[in-house]
């Protein structure tokens, strides 16, 4: 079965600094796209972060441009999100997504808290 | 702010169809990729429709749907007690390079 399991999530300080981690497994993960996507608590869906299945594009929504970093590790199974200058607004439940226009599987998500 | 609408709420009795739409605020043609998702309270999403009315293995024939000039459209046939949850639509916009989601559509049976 597929799985995408997310952990790394917590409560940070504002202006503070988080890695998400994505272990995937249960399909060839080297071959697909994967993406980072948030819910806010209450609220909807955002995609955050795009990378395709050779690190060579690599998109990012407004809102985390130049403090989030995507990056995976196709020899690990695993995809990554270094969150920088967190702020507020940053703090949801982030999953991680695999594929391109059709989001087929999803994790449980973890949650990032940014508060004071 | 979100580039695509949807209604808040949609309600509809066991047995009866609902539509939920999709409505981008620009040209949605630059929209392509269109998808659909269902979300239960405390679960992850679940991807229902791709590629604007293509159902992945193992979705019930119950979920359609269609995609016009500026509008995209979820509609479920024959509603059922489980169908209440809250549904997304998503497109990949090619010209930026991003996804978007929709607002969200809250579906009470």
């Known amino acids: 079965d597929v799985q995408l399991v997310e952990s790394g999530g917590g409560l940070v300080k504002p202006g503070g600094s988080l890695r998400l981690t994505c272990a995937a497994s249960?399909?060839?993960?080297?071959?697909?796209?994967m993406n980072w996507v948030r819910q806010p608590p209450g609220k909807g869906l955002e995609w955050v972060s795009y990378?395709?299945?050779?690190?060579?594009?690599?998109y990012y929504a407004d809102s985390v441009r130049g403090r989030f970093t995507i990056s995976r590790d196709n020899s690990k199974n695993s995809l990554y999100l270094q969150m920088d200058s967190l702020r507020g607004e940053d703090t949801a439940v982030y999953y991680c997504?695999?594929?391109?226009?059709?989001?087929?599987?999803w994790g449980q998500g973890t949650l990032v808290a940014v508060s004071s | 702010q979100s580039a695509l609408t949807q209604p808040a709420s949609v309600s509809g009795s066991p047995g009866q169809s609902i539509t939920i739409s999709c409505t981008a605020t620009?040209?949605?043609?630059?929209?392509?990729?269109v998808s659909w998702y269902q979300q239960h309270p405390g679960k992850a999403p679940q991807l229902i429709i791709y590629?604007?009315?293509k159902r992945p293995s193992g979705v019930s024939s119950r979920f359609s749907g269609s995609k016009s000039v500026n509008t995209a459209s979820l509609t479920i046939s024959g509603l059922q007690a489980e169908d209440e949850a809250d549904y997304y639509c998503?497109?990949?916009?090619?010209?930026?390079?991003?996804?978007?989601f929709g607002t969200g559509t809250k579906v009470t049976v």
């Open positions: 997504v695999r594929g391109h226009g059709d989001f087929g599987a």
């Open positions: 249960g399909f060839t993960f080297e071959t697909y796209t």
């Open positions: 990378i395709n299945s050779g690190s060579m594009f690599i």
């Open positions: 620009s040209d949605f043609g630059t929209y392509h990729l």
């Open positions: 590629e604007g009315s």
């Open positions: 998503c497109s990949y916009a090619g010209n930026r390079p991003s996804y978007v």
